[in-house]
């Protein structure tokens, strides 16, 4: 229906599953683990103990599949080209030839690999953001960076400048909509006509959504500065995060399992 | 014979599929006449930007819709719909983009493919009628104020001669002269042109003083439809659904509530008559 309907790729989807209701520090701190993990698996083994801890992920956040299944529709242009490479440079055993090209076994595998640690990696990532608040998420890593700040690292900004991205992206493809809607009432169409008259079309949008994002920008610092916004500098928050057994099982669990798949690399 | 706008059983809804799915529009009829001035009321969120964008080929819809003789079914009647049907936007002044006013108000003339002489004959007759200087014509439109950017963005509306126009609140944030201005221009483009005009508005009293008719929109369903009269006299419901009536329907029904004999009424002239025609009775 809507033009950005389709832009599901790691949108927040509301819910109350046992993954919503985590410690979203615990999730940030997990996503590394796993990650980890999918690049550190070789072998069978591996693979599946990496596996395993994204498929449950996957089954109890209580996302219906077909909304993964459509967030990972962009992505597999680039995982078949990947097997395709893969497949076709590599040397060894031919399994398929075709004329000049030829699939070898080793590349074939490699390829397959390849695709599921890509897959692996993207669906963790989508799941922390699927489950997780913009807010949270931005407050949790203000959190995690506090330590940091000792070394100058300006975590409150950066959370803050991050927040206001994110809180911005829905008015922005809003906006976006509203202005193509109004510039093909007057027969300014970016999906119809010859090159030049998309061109055209664009112009005619970028400019708008470009003014209107300065006007905004004006406004929120104006806003921000009325109210007496001064960084982080003695301020509280009302919802403060807790650890519950839950996030340190979760935690504890995927070190572990991070120290058994790296021992099997290398054992 | 068929409206010029004919609407059967029409279906919207937002974001389908997902948790976040809102029907904005649930079986809406309706047709509306070549050359008349129909306002559409009703509170927010009920689904009036919606029903216009459908009339103007925007979005996609269930349901029959025509316009202009076109099927709206068809995505190409839709593509080609803007050349008939002109929509004035809530706060259209985020439309404007070229390098001068002259140039933004052309640019659907242009699009059109018109000559460039009767482009220009349309730009000024557009600036004209929505009361712009010749001075503002090559500034940039992001120099004007807040009010003469609204009216540069309806000129570029204007400028296509449209048979059908509909308007999304066109004068929310003016002062009132410059509403007035507005609201004079676009009825008299209705009668003494023939447009058609679909009017969404908050200004009761302009529905009361000028539409031909008056649809109530009210969580996505048509909840009352008819004359200015008709519908004002109906004030108790209105207010239910968090509508105002004009002052002069107001009087009328409090009037009334004390027992005593006037008639429905829904434009100031028409109260001073009655009250005027209540004195002498008493006298
Ligand atoms: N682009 C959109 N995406 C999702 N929902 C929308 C969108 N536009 C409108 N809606 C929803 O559709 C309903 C009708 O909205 P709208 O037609 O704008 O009503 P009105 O103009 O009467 O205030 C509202 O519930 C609104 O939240
Ligand atoms: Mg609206």
Redesign the interface.
Known sequence: ??LF?NI?LGQY??GASLLHRMDPRAKILALPLVMIMVLLADGTAGFIMSGIPVLLALLLAGIPPGTYWRGLKPLWAILLIGLAIQSLTYPGEKLWQWGMLSVSREGFILGMKLSYRLSLLILSTMLLTMTTTPMNLTAALEKLLQPLKKFGVPAHELAMMMTIALRFVPTLLE?AE??M?????????VS?GNLNQRLRAS???L??LL??SIRRADELAMAMEARGYRGDTGRTRLKQFKYRPVDIIVLTVLIALTIVVAADRWA | MPGIIDIKNLYVSYAPGTPIQRHALRGISMAVEKGEYRAIIGPQGSGKSTLLQVMAGLIEAEGRVSVCGKDLRHKKNRDGLWRQVGIIFQYPERQLFEDTVFNDIAYGPRNMGLSEDEVRRRVKAALEAVNLDEEVYCLSPFKLSGGQKRRAAIAGILAMEPEVLLLDEPTAGLDPRGKRQLMDLFSNLCRKKQVTLVLVTHDMEEVAHRADTVTVLYRGRIAMGGTPKEIFARCKELESIGLFVPFAAQLATSLQAKGLPVRNMTTLPEAEQEVARLLKGRA
Do not use: D, F, I
């Open positions: 229906m809507s309907s599901t989807y509301p906006e509203a202005v809607k109004a510039q093909q009432a007057r027969g300014g169409s119809t112009v005619a949008l400019v708008p003014a209107g």
